[in-house]
């Protein structure tokens, strides 16, 4: 076991070499020994190891077990300089055990240890994209949990920050093909960092590269399999996935086959869905998604078929008017309650999908069910236009701080949501029924473009004017999907508020509450 002086002397002997450093194995052997000594000789140990390492091949074995023994001592400040020095052993075939090593050394809780190691990290990956990733995702296929949860984590904060040069074309294909068989068994947070990792590639921020993120989002959302409502797993894989879907949705990367999927599978069990969730509205959260997803549809086999579970469902949220008695009052049966939100989604729903069929509800087969539906149309616009000038008067002269409070805000949303349907509602109206209007969700939030300020689309070189604003909010946006979260926003189901601020609007006609 050598002395500190024995290894300052074989060191000497090391350094004095020069290219002859490779003819004293023999000193070279004493430096590896002396991580079986004392606190000092160890922490000498662990700097001059790897300043030779590379002059030794046949016994870079030795010398990597070595520096690993270092990294797992039991002095803090030795298993920090072992840490630090671990990327000079990153040489050739050595690299993607090294970047092995770091990752499992990133289970660490000492946070000045995960700092060195994420650093260390960073940089093989620097030296050597492929090799890093191969350490990395070993570890994430066959490491202990903690360590393959923050090895995703580092993909998913430390890709971004690398240049071009090191996340070229050859390695984001890797990271795809890598990913592709995590995602054959990961959590739902797993996947939601997996997606976040992709969708940053610079490769697939094309049309074709998010149609392929797409597609591994539908495989893993089980779209070829039954929908089972009353499994909560199955319910939340599938709202999961149709989260981190519907930002990729464009006018060139259609929503078809997750629209398809809700419309065959999901809105006919609509009232038996179950989830895990505590407090979550799981049939709004359905139906906002359907919404979305329901503006990127392209050409449909199904089209008419998924129009009419849409319309049937719609029904069920439309009411017709309670029947009247001889008297002209309520003949005993009870208001029923108008869901706002749901109408809202449905609604724009059968809104953008029925642009694809304008000839669905005037057809001769639905003649009777038009007829139906403008009388439901009429009952529940009656009590639209109620509800909104109440929420107008509420709302008059409200500005700032005012408009922050709780009730306020469930005011606000609940205009946006009236206001939309009131929209729609106009245009289902006319003879034959239109749908040419836009509406921007009540959830989403409105784009706006100042005066005067310039759109980085426009050309500011040439002589014609500036194009001028279009005055709806533009389709195919592509905007991240944020689910519903706050107090206020889980009150939104179904606008029965309670003794807060319940749909209880006098009807002044017949002195008669809507709800």
Same mark, same amino acid.
């Given at each position: ?25 023999? $000193?070279?052997?004493? !430096? ?36 690993? =023994? ?7 400040? !030795? ?6 020095? /671990? ?23 000492? +946070?000045?240890?995960?700092? @060195? ?13 492929? *090799?890093?990733? *191969? ?10 949990? !903690? ?12 890709? &971004? ?17 890598? +990913? ?8 739902? #947070? ?45 319910? =939340? ?7 981190? $879907? ?25 009232? +038996? ?10 049939? /709004? ?5 359907? $919404? ?16 009419? &579970? ?50 669905? @509800? ?5 003649? #009777?069910? @038009? ?65 040419? +209007?836009?509406?921007?969700? %009540? ?15 426009? =050309? ?29 926003? %889980? ?12 749909? *209880? ?11």
């Amino acid at each position: 076991m050598p002395t500190v002086e024995e290894l300052y002397r074989n060191y000497g002997i090391l350094a004095d070499a020069t290219e002859q450093v490779g003819q004293h194995k023999d $000193a070279y052997q004493v !430096i590896l020994d002396g991580v079986k000594g004392g606190t000092k000789e160890k922490r000498l140990a662990a700097q001059f190891i790897p300043k030779f390492f590379k002059h030794f091949p046949e016994l870079a074995d030795s010398a990597i077990n070595a520096q690993l =023994d270092l990294c797992e001592d039991e002095d803090v400040s !030795i298993r920090r300089q072992a840490i630090k020095e /671990l990327p000079q052993f990153a040489t050739g075939e050595n690299l993607p055990r090294v970047a092995d090593i770091l990752t499992q050394l990133l289970q660490t809780d000492d +946070s000045a240890e995960f700092n @060195l190691v994420n650093n260390a990290l960073l940089s093989i990956f620097k030296m050597d994209a492929k *090799g890093t990733l *191969g350490g990395l995702f070993s570890q994430i296929l066959q490491g202990e949990d !903690i360590v393959r949860e923050r090895a995703i984590k580092f993909l998913s904060t430390k890709l &971004k920050t690398l240049p071009d040069e090191v996340l070229t074309k050859e390695v984001e294909e890797l990271i795809l093909t890598e +990913s592709k068989k995590v995602l054959e068994d990961v959590t739902g #947070e797993e996947f939601v960092l997996f997606m976040k990792i992709l969708s940053g590639l610079k490769s697939l921020q094309t049309v074709s590269g998010r149609q392929q993120l797409v597609e591994l989002v539908a495989e893993q959302a089980d779209l070829e399999q039954t929908f089972n409502p009353s499994d909560p797993d199955c319910v =939340d894989r599938l709202l999961q996935c149709t989260r981190q $879907a519907v930002p990729l949705f464009s006018k060139n990367v259609h929503s078809t086959r997750f629209v398809t999927y809700f419309c065959e599978q999901v809105l006919p069990n609509l009232s +038996s869905l179950t989830t895990p969730v505590e407090g979550l509205d799981i049939q /709004l959260e359905v139906l906002k998604l359907l $919404a979305e997803m329901s503006s990127f549809c392209g050409d449909m086999e199904k089209l008419e078929t998924n129009l009419r &579970k849409l319309f049937d469902k719609l029904l069920e949220y439309m009411p017709l008017p309670p029947e009247e008695a001889e008297n002209g009052e309520n003949a005993g049966n009870e208001e029923p309650k108008l869901q706002f939100s749901y109408v809202e989604c449905l609604l724009y729903s059968f809104h953008q999908l029925g642009r694809k069929l304008p000839d669905f @509800l005037t057809a001769k087969l639905n003649a #009777e069910k @038009l007829k139906d539906f403008k009388i439901r149309l009429q009952y529940f616009a009656r009590g639209l236009q109620v509800y909104i000038r109440q929420l107008r008067l509420a709302l008059q002269g409200k500005t700032g701080e005012a408009l922050k409070t709780e009730e306020n805000k469930i005011k606000v949303v609940a205009l946006k949501i009236t206001n939309n349907i009131n929209v729609l509602i106009k245009d289902l109206f006319h003879i034959p029924p239109s749908y040419k +209007s836009t509406v921007t969700l %009540s959830w989403k939030p409105v784009q706006k473009v100042e005066i005067g300020q310039k759109r980085a689309n426009e =050309d500011t070189t040439s002589g014609s004017p500036p194009k001028k604003p279009p005055t709806g909010p533009k389709r195919d946006a592509r905007q991240i999907y944020n689910p519903p979260s706050g107090k206020y926003s %889980s009150n939104l189901g179904n606008f029965n508020y309670g003794e807060r601020f319940r749909l *209880g609007i006098t009807n002044r006609k017949k002195g008669r509450k809507i709800a």
